[in-house]
């Protein structure tokens, strides 16, 4: 790694480009993480790493639970919020945040969630801790990540040429770890640790409809902070 390449995603690369245009294509996702959560109209639900707020609006129509959408960037919850709005889904909460320093007293919420969110945290054990710490006894933790063998884990190991902790490889030495290593069920059980039962993992694809490879590459070299 040369002294210009920026060992992990800087913050300020998620307010670059255009992200609720990509964000349209994991919809389907929210949705399903969504069911699979088993949210019921009492529950305080988090969204950690919210975005623009797929899951988070999603969770609150669809069953009318309390819920917090947490980010740090600020212009991602400026959107979040136009498309809650927009939603008809104005009680969510929305707040400025770090997943690896969660503001929220041990024990708050009754589901944790995260759409390819916490997984960009440097520190993926800090940020497991902090999710489990906000996550009532008894209470579920839920997440998407991009799994190391499709699409998007193949474009960090193509990035990784350039970037070498972007390599997915479970034996990349570099810190911080590759996000796309949260796709693997191995290392997902081993952060999350002994204390975490009844363990779920579900593989699928998310199609995304382009005209042509060029299109694809168009729009993810444009619109996406973490590409551009
Ligand atoms: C790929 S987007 C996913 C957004 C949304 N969850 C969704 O499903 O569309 C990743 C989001 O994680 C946020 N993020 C990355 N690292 C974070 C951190 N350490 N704490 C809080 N938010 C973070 C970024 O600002 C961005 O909004």
New binding site residues.
Partial sequence: MNGDDDPQ?S?SA??LGS?IE??LF?LP??AHLVSLSNISTNDNVL??????????ITAARRNGAKVTG????PQ?LTQAKAEAALAEAEDIKWME????DLPFEDNSFDVVL?????????QPDV?TREMLRVTKPGGRIAF?TWPPEHANGRMFDAMAKHIPNFSSSSNNPYPPPSPMQWGSPDVVKKRLGGEVTGIHFERGAVKKPVLSPNHYWQTASTK???LI
């Fill in positions: 995603i913050k998620w307010s992200y990509i964000a994991f996702v929210s969204d950690v790493a919210c975005g623009t707020g797929n899951t988070a947490i980010d740090f960037t991602m945040g770090d997943v690896e995260s759409s390819f969110g916490h997984m960009f945290a440097p940020a998407a996406g902070g973490t």
